[in-house]
């Protein structure tokens, strides 16, 4: 059938008219669409803000503690240190009276010698003394053996042979004074033997009273030394507990400086998010997820992990720190690689990351290679998977040439284990 003129036009209307509620449609579910997008994008990025500043305030937190952990450490050291200090004073104290005592005992030898030389000189006197007393003894015993056996002829002889009275009295008073005279030498040697044998007695008194008295005085510095020994056996506990609260201070501090320096990085990482998370916004960008697959390992030199991903427990106990990615040890050069293809977002130098990169690929996704000798990329550079793009080194908080390897997915540190096929 054959349409005329007014058919064709309002066949055409009603194409037309098809088309224009078609395009509308598109456009309307297109806006939509976007809008979704964005506002899926701004969740993502608000969140990622808020795992980060939730995790910036839980090392905050670590941090406090730590601090309080080294207060309460440095006034227990206080306190240790204040009992050695009065421990070292015993240890004067008691090292002055041992040699008080040594020097008593020294007193007391050189005592002790003279005494016996006195006593071994006495001695000698006595034998003397007994031997004069002995031959006095005999003499006098021949002498009144004699008078006696010829005392009438002596008198007889002194009577005739004296030309007077007189003089026989004078030989008589004579005998008499021998006889007077070997009494009194007698009774003068027998003093001198009891006088002598009392002094010996004495004398092994005196040297026996020494004798008990060096006893005494060796007895009170054994008690003394055993007293030091048990004194130095504290002072070294004391000064061993001192040492350990020193190296728990030193821990504590290596703590809290770990805690300050993982605060700074993530004020760094929340600005770096900000940042570009911005330029997104500005470019209008859509963001695509990423789908590089098994990352490729960031240090191909070595596999030597020396602090794995996760909780590290402070041995100051109750503060603890959660490590944010691995750190594998290898020689200061070494190449470090890229994990997967993406762009360098951050190629700089941080006091607590030292030299780092930061590379995105997508999908919120970003790894970060910390502590790096030196630096082969630069911000805005696309890498592609294996390439190099810095040396191991130790700059920053680093105690020793290594990478620390670590991968954020919208803001939030995450097992780099689980993209590293593992």
């Known amino acids: 059938m054959i349409m005329n003129k007014s058919q064709w036009i309002h066949r055409i209307t009603a194409v037309l008219l098809i088309v224009v509620i078609g395009v509308a449609a598109t456009v309307q579910m297109t ?36 601090k309080q952990t080294i207060n309460e450490l440095k006034e227990s050291k206080g ?8 421990l070292n004073a015993q240890l004067m104290n008691i090292s002055s009276r041992i040699t008080a005592l040594e020097n008593q005992l020294a007193q007391k ?8 030389d006195q006593i071994e000189e006495t001695k000698d006197q006595l034998e003397d003394a007994k031997k004069q007393e002995e031959q006095q003894y005999a003499d006098m015993k021949v002498r009144i053996q004699f008078m006696y056996e ?33 009494r009194k030498k007698l009774g003068e040697y027998q003093e001198t033997v009891a006088y002598i044998d009392g002094v010996e007695e004495q004398l092994e008194e005196d040297y026996a009273t020494l004798e008990e008295m060096k006893k005494e005085v060796e007895q009170e510095k054994a008690s003394v030394e055993q007293e030091k ?18 190296g728990n201070i030193d821990s504590a501090q290596n703590d809290a400086d770990y805690y300050a320096a993982e ?17 997104k916004a500005a470019a209008g960008k859509q963001d695509n997820p990423y789908t590089g697959g098994v990352f490729t390992w960031p240090c191909p030199s070595s596999t030597r992990v020396t602090s794995d991903y996760g909780t590290r427990v402070s041995p100051m106990g109750g503060a603890s720190s959660n490590h944010k990615g691995i750190d594998i040890g290898a020689s200061g050069g070494a190449a470090i690689v890229a994990a997967a293809d993406g762009t360098v977002t951050t190629a700089a130098y941080s006091s607590a990351a030292g030299n780092y990169v930061m590379i995105d690929h997508g999908g919120g996704l970003y790894t970060v290679y910390m502590h790096a000798s030196a630096l082969l990329v630069s911000p805005g550079q696309t890498v592609s998977a294996g390439q190099t793009i810095a040396q191991v080194g130790s700059t920053g908080i680093s105690t020793g040439n290594h990478l620390h390897f670590g991968v954020s997915l919208n803001g939030s540190y995450v097992s780099p284990w689980s993209y590293l096929g593992r």
């Open 31 to 66: 806006s939509a669409a976007e809008k979704n997008s964005a506002k899926k994008s701004e969740n993502t990025s608000t969140t990622s803000l808020k795992e980060a500043q939730k995790e910036k305030a839980a090392l905050e937190k670590a941090l406090e503690k730590a």
């Open 79 to 86: 306190d240790v240190q204040a009992k050695v200090n009065d």
């Open 109 to 116: 030898n050189q005592e002790l010698t003279e005494k016996k």
């Open 150 to 182: 010829n005392a009438q002829e002596s008198y007889f002889e002194a009577l005739f042979s004296s030309e007077s009275f007189s003089d026989f009295l004078n030989s008589a008073e004579y005998i008499m004074q021998i006889q007077e005279y070997d």
């Open 229 to 246: 020994a048990s004194v130095a056996t504290l002072m070294k506990q004391r000064e061993t507990e001192l040492a350990g609260i020193e």
């Open 263 to 279: 605060i700074q990085a993530q004020e760094e990482i929340i600005a770096e998010i900000k940042r570009i998370e911005a330029e």
